[in-house]
Each structure stands twice: as C-alpha cells, then as structure tokens.
Antibody
Framework: QVQLQESGPGLVSPSETLSLTCTVS????????WSWIRQTPGKGLEWIGR???????NYNPSLKNRVTISVDTSINQFSLNLSSVTAADTAVYYC?????????WGQGTLVTVSS | QSALTQPASVSGSPGQSITISCTGT?????????VSWYQQHPGKVPKLVVF???NRPSGVSNRFSGSKSGNTASLTISGLQAEDEADYYC??????????FGGGTKLTVL
C-alpha cells in the first residue's frame, strides 16, 4: 500500500520560498503521476501541479509563475517550491498520487506564512 | 479558471437520498469523463469515492453513485447514514489547468 509523507518548514516568511518534499513508499515514483494540492483553512481544495517521471511538470496557471515541482526517482521523492509567498499561501499542503483521480494522499502539512 | 460550482450545503435525514451537483463548462465537465468526487471528514484527508464520473474505488459503499449530464456532474448518496456527514468536493480534468476542484459542499445528516 502506497504511503506519502510531506516534510518541510511549517513557517515561512513573506516573500520567501516555500519548499516541501514528499517521500513515497510502497510504489515507485516512476510509475505514476504525482500532485501537490493545498487547502486553505476552512476552505476548499486547490490543485497546484503534477509531475510524471521526466515529463515536463504541469502547473495551475494561477500559480505558474511562482511554482516549481521536481522529482528525484533515485530516492522516490518529489518536491514543491513556491516562491514569493504571501499570507494568502497559508494552507495545508498535500502531496498525492494521481491528478484527475487521486487515490492516495499524504497526511498534509500546515504551512503558515508570517513574519 | 474558476472553480467548479457546488452548493455550499445540503442536508438529509437518515435513510433518505441526497444529490450534490457540480457545475462546470464545456471545457471541463462537458468535455471529459474525468470527474471525481472526494469525501472529507473534519480534520481528515480527502477520500476518493467516485472517479471517471460513475466508478467507485474498491471498498467504497455502493450507496455512493455518480452521473453527468452536459456540464453538470452529480453525486448521489442513498440510504443516508450519520457517517456520511462530511464535506464533498468534485474535480474535473480540464483543457487548460489540467485539474480543477469544486468549492465543496457540506453535507449535514439531520
């Protein structure tokens, strides 16, 4: 059974870069699409982007200029970088398997943007 | 691209059936049969309950069913149970994003 675990700082200063890593176990990261999704407190889900092996990642156009998703198949991890963050980027960030059909999610990590 | 449109809340009594709608456009729901539905209990991770409009993952109760007509998809829960009380989100593949979520619907079991 696949398991995903997010890791990274829980507090990021405004204008800095948010960086998170997702470690995947129970499945090869080369075999599927992997996504980052966020959920603002008390609000809905927002898809951030996806990556598949060596393919070019796809991003939500609303974040495209600030987001980078990369994958490291050697250690079965994929990562999220979101630059120039503001308070509006405060959210629970999930890593997940799939994109149109997400069947496995990490537990989520709360990232707060504050000075 | 704007989020898919869902009602903010729906409610029903135990044993009844309820339907949650999810309205998009001809660029997402209307164009593709890649609509999924997720159930999220408070403080928990979303759980996939329907994919590709009508399909249920293994282990999901057959009380959950999905459908689509034009630009609107629907999730129906029959034989409502207290444990069904949760937030429900739809998502669709789109020609641009490529994934978009609905704003979510809070289901209350009376």
């Amino acid at each position: 059974q696949v398991q995903l675990q997010e890791s990274g700082p829980g507090l990021v200063s405004p204008s800095e870069t948010l960086s998170l890593t997702c470690t995947v176990s129970g499945d090869s990261i080369s075999n599927d699409f992997w996504s980052w999704i966020r959920q603002t407190p008390g609000k809905g889900l927002e898809w951030i982007g996806r990556v598949y092996s060596t393919w070019t990642p796809n991003y939500n156009p609303s974040l495209k200029n600030r987001v980078t998703i990369s994958v490291d198949t050697s250690i079965n991890q994929f990562s999220l970088n979101l630059s120039s963050v503001t308070a509006a980027d405060t959210a629970v960030y999930y890593c997940a398997r799939g994109y149109d059909r997400i069947d496995s999610w990490g537990q989520g990590t709360l990232v707060t943007v504050s000075s | 691209q704007s989020a898919l449109t869902q009602p903010a809340s729906v409610s029903g009594s135990p044993g009844q059936s309820i339907t949650i709608s999810c309205t998009g456009t001809s660029s997402d729901i209307g164009a593709y049969n890649y609509v999924s539905w997720y159930q999220q209990h408070p403080g928990k991770v979303p759980k996939l309950v329907v994919f590709e409009v009508t399909n249920r993952p293994s282990g999901v109760s057959n009380r959950f069913s999905g459908s689509k007509s034009g630009n609107t998809a629907s999730l129906t829960i029959s034989g409502l149970q207290a444990e069904d009380e949760a937030d429900y989100y739809c998502s669709s593949y789109t020609s641009s994003t490529p994934v978009i979520f609905g704003g979510g619907t809070k289901l209350t079991v009376l």
